[in-house]
């Protein structure tokens, strides 16, 4: 969908302290084998703080960022891939009521490790359905510390981080703008995330852990050599979706400057997951994950917060924004620098608790 009159107002982030992945090897939590092959040095763990009080501090940052009044924002689209709070409960208008506190809709995406994206794509749609719009909160948090995670073991190459991230989108002004987001799915592979797992009732009834490596596992005994596909089908999705997504933006691969990702521990990883899209795995931000994590939905924003507020972006630059979540579900998105924002200067990585 290319996308006209979009604009990034402001970004925010919320990174708790780091624990050392040696020492983590050296208590017994974490493999060495594992931390010297998937290159993590460090994990943004939060003591105590929710996923949504997470999401409150990077929204005020963000918000307190984009000259937005609250009364300027339409909608508010909270994401995230792990359980924000009670059952029944409603995390984006806690969220909502903490930060705007304006009767506008407050939605959740849950879409795994593709939700911030997704909720991207649904705001913008959002605003060009009414001229009447002219702005737009979306929200990213996740906190994997609950005692139904092993945070060290629960991904084969990753280390589950907790983290926040916000950005504020307005059909006025910003210091970026969106050219063009899109979305594509790979059903055929939704055991994926599934695995051998019954249905019902929910693991989290039963007292279940998290186990994406067993689910893995699964899907490669039930496909046999199809698994195989997987691969081959998802990079050919996802070069596809992002010729589409350049295209409408007015750009080639060769222009792009940065590429923001989902978390990634090691060069060699990321490559192997980009090149066979086209994309140049040096333009990724492998250095910036090392010392944080995979935050699950929270990644893909913290990325565009620290590359704004560390001074690597210049006006012209064009940012490929992509994840990817259970489904399968890609989503890609173009996005233009058209100023440094003034809060850039003496910025953080994120607000701390």
């Not at 073991?153 to 950005?167: I, P």
């Not at 997987?230 to 940065?258: H, M, N, P």
């Not at 935050?295 to 994840?323: F, I």
Request: charged share 20%; with cysteine; aromatic share 6%.
């Amino acid at each position: 969908m290319k996308t006209e009159n979009i604009f990034l107002a402001g970004t925010g982030a919320y990174i708790p302290p780091r624990v050392s992945a040696a020492e983590a090897v050296r208590n017994g939590s974490y493999d060495k084998e594992r931390m010297e092959s998937c290159g993590w040095r460090s994990i943004a763990v939060s003591d105590g703080v929710s996923a949504p009080d997470m999401a409150v501090a990077a929204v005020r940052q963000a918000v307190g960022r984009s000259g937005l009044g609250p009364e300027e924002i339409d909608i508010l689209i909270h994401s995230c891939a792990y359980h924000q709070g009670p059952d029944g409960w409603s995390a984006p208008h806690y969220v909502l009521r903490s930060t705007l506190g304006t009767p506008i809709p407050a939605l959740t995406v849950d879409q795994g490790c593709n939700a911030f994206l997704a909720a991207l794509e649904m705001a913008t749609q959002y605003l060009l359905c009414s001229p009447s719009r002219t702005g737009a909160l979306v929200s990213s948090a996740d906190n994997f510390g609950a005692p139904s995670v092993d945070r060290w073991y629960a991904h084969r190459d990753a280390v589950l981080a907790d983290a926040a991230s916000a950005v504020v989108l307005s059909k006025r002004s910003g210091w970026a703008a969106l050219r063009s987001v899109e979305s594509v799915s790979l059903p055929q592979f939704e055991i994926l995330n599934r695995g051998h797992e019954p249905i019902f009732p929910p693991a989290l009834t039963t007292g279940r852990k998290l186990d994406m490596n067993e689910h893995l596992e699964a899907m490669v005994e039930e496909l046999g050599p199809k698994a195989s596909e997987i691969g081959r089908d998802y990079a050919a999705s996802g070069s596809k979706l992002i010729e589409q997504v350049t295209g409408e933006a007015g750009i080639g691969v060769a222009d792009l400057s940065k590429v923001l990702h989902l978390g990634a521990g090691s060069p060699d990883f990321l490559e192997s997951h980009l090149r066979p899209m086209g994309l140049d795995a040096s333009l990724g931000g492998v250095d910036f994950f090392r010392d944080v994590g995979h935050a699950g939905a929270a990644d893909v924003g913290l990325q565009l917060n620290h590359l704004v507020e560390d001074g690597q972006v210049s006006p012209g630059d064009h940012l490929l924004m992509m994840s990817a979540g259970p489904g399968i579900m890609i989503t890609a998105a173009v996005v233009t620098v058209l100023e440094i924002p003034s809060w850039h200067a003496g910025g953080t990585e994120g607000s701390q608790a």
